[in-house]
Structure formats: C-alpha cells, structure tokens
C-alpha cells in the first residue's frame, strides 16, 4: 500500500472517529474498498463507512440473516455458489427463470443481504481479509415476462453499491434476450459507471469462451462450459471463522 493511500485511510480513521464511530477491528483493506469506492476523497468515505455500521447494525442485528428468514426465497433454488474462480472469487449464479418478483419487499431485501454475506464469506481462508470480492452471473435462459423484475436487479445492485463497496469483481449476463435488452436499459440508469464497468453481457461463442477462461472450468457447470454441478446456496455449508 503506498504512502498516499495509508496517509488517506488515517485521516479517514480521524474522520470515522469525529463522526461519533469506531474503526475498531476494520483493517486498511477493508477501509480502503470505500475509499477507492468514493474516489480516494477521505471525508466522502468515512460518511459512506458510517452509514454502512449503522445500517448494518440496523438491518443486520445479529450480524447475518438466518436461512429461516429467507426460506421462500431459498426454496426456488435460483442461486448457486460455486466455490471459486482462477483468481479466487467465490461465484454466484442466479437462475433467472426460477425467481418471480417478491410480494414482500422488505423480506427480499434480507435475502439480497443473506446471500451477498454467505458468497462473500465463502471466499474467506480462515479469517475475513477485508478486500474479498466475488462474481456474479446471470442467467436469463428461459425467463418470460412473468420473470422479469428490473425492481429487485437494481435493489441488488444498489445493495452492493452503497453496502458491499468494492466487493463486485465482475457480474456476467447470459442468455439475454431480446426483450430484456429494455429492462436492461432501465436497470443501468440506477447503476454507477464504476458499476457497470464491471458488467459483461456475454453474448457470441467469443465471448463465452472468454468468460469459461476468465471464470474457470472447475467451477463452472457443465451447462457453462465448465465440469462442475450445480451447487445450492443453502446446500453450501461454511467453516466457522477463526478468531
């Protein structure tokens, strides 16, 4: 880490602790994600980083969200974790023909923060380093209409902007088709640039074997152009942390 960004992440630390908060157990790694996230600016970041522990002591009081709160939304089985890729990022994949739009809002948000929380706590060795990240794919083959639901992609992909900064590696859209290229458009608007920069709609062979390479065959499945199975979420069991 240079000698810019420790000087940035201590009067950042300072800031935090006039704003009536503590960085107590936060190491640099961690910090520096909202950091990088709000461009380096230390004030902007230590606002972010408060309203982050508040609405995580807030919405998360017991510092995770049960599977028993999210049991509908698990029981489609509509998201996998795979383990991790070439580089170590655990890997989500969501079905997108096995989700309907949630008639209870509040309820999804719990899962939204539930299985954010478990992939990236499935890419911890030992212990939370702080600066772990994970990849996202999206799987559109086979939705219809009934499908569709820009409300809860742009809810996700709010969460991680302003609650999981700097934890998105790369989200990859496949199987898109035609008449979601609208929603698409729509989704986009709510995302920031550095958000969408991570975005790779995946859509000739080119680019399908680009991202077999990228992500890695042993942890995509058969379907993708790997040799894995499919692994539910909530089949997914993770080692206790160490202290």
Not at 176 to 193: G, H, I, N
Request: hydrophobic letters at 40%.
């Amino acid at each position: 880490m240079d000698q810019n960004t420790q000087l940035k992440l201590t009067q950042m630390r300072n800031i935090i602790q006039n704003l009536g908060s503590s960085t107590e157990n936060c190491g640099d790694l961690m910090l520096e994600r909202f950091l990088i996230a709000r461009s380096m600016d230390p004030n902007k970041a230590a606002k972010m980083f408060v309203t982050w522990q508040k609405w995580r002591a807030s919405f998360v009081p017991l510092g995770y969200i049960p599977d028993s709160e999210v049991m509908d939304q698990l029981d489609a089985k509509k998201i996998y974790l795979q383990g991790l890729s070439k580089d170590g990022h655990p890997v989500m994949i969501v079905k997108g023909s096995k989700h309907y739009p949630a008639k209870d809002q509040p309820q999804f948000k719990k899962f939204v923060v539930h299985l954010l929380d478990k992939v990236i706590a499935s890419g911890f060795k030992g212990k939370e380093i702080g600066n772990e990240k994970l990849i996202g794919v999206l799987d559109l083959d086979q939705i219809g209409y009934k499908n569709v639901d820009a409300r809860a992609l742009i809810t996700g992909f709010q969460f991680l902007q302003a609650y999981y900064p700097e934890r998105l590696a790369k989200c990859y859209l496949l199987n898109m088709p035609w008449f979601f290229v609208s929603v698409w458009r729509l989704v986009s608007k709510f995302l920031e640039k550095a958000t969408l920069e991570k975005i790779i709609i995946v859509s000739n062979d080119e680019e399908k074997s680009q991202f077999v390479k990228d992500v890695g065959e042993d942890v995509l499945p058969v379907e993708y152009g790997g040799h894995a199975k499919l692994v539910a979420i909530q089949d997914v069991v993770l080692p206790p942390l160490e202290d």
